[in-house]
């Protein structure tokens, strides 16, 4: 069973994104399109405040006709932040996002933020474990026929 910490030193760049408040829509989503990722945590003076995700554009932007060079974070980010331990099982981690349709989960060790997984970090590391299985189940069963 693989656990958080180790999907973040597999990850080829475990820097978490964040955005301020105060910034606008329009800057997190050029930062989100740079980066090739779907969500940002906005943080202040080093406290998670919320996250923005591709969802809550959609949502709260597109569908509402705002302008997103006009609307701050402070006003369209999810305010209530779900995260997992380091310690936490990938499993535990897909039951949490399923439950709560998440896509992207921080890490916090204690009061520090240490990474951010995503469901295609989840779905890579459970490939991956498959892959081995099976290959260790053919070496067993190959090196077993005479």
Known sequence: MTVVAEILKAKPDATVQTIT???????????????????????????IEGI??????ARKIALMGRSS??????????????FVHPTQSSEDCMQL???KRLRH???????????????GDLVADIISEQKFIIEQMTHYIGGNVR
């Open 52 to 57: 923005f995700t591709e969802r809550d554009y």
């Open 97 to 99: 996002m399923t439950d």
């Open 21 to 47: 408040p105060d910034a606008t829509v329009l800057e997190a989503l050029r930062t989100m399109a740079e980066k090739h990722i779907g969500a940002l945590l906005v943080v202040q003076n080093g406290h």
């Open 105 to 119: 989960l921080p890490v916090m060790d204690g009061e520090q933020l240490v990474g951010m997984i995503s469901i």
């Open 69 to 82: 060079a006009d609307t701050p974070m402070r006003e369209v980010m999810t305010r209530s932040v779900m």
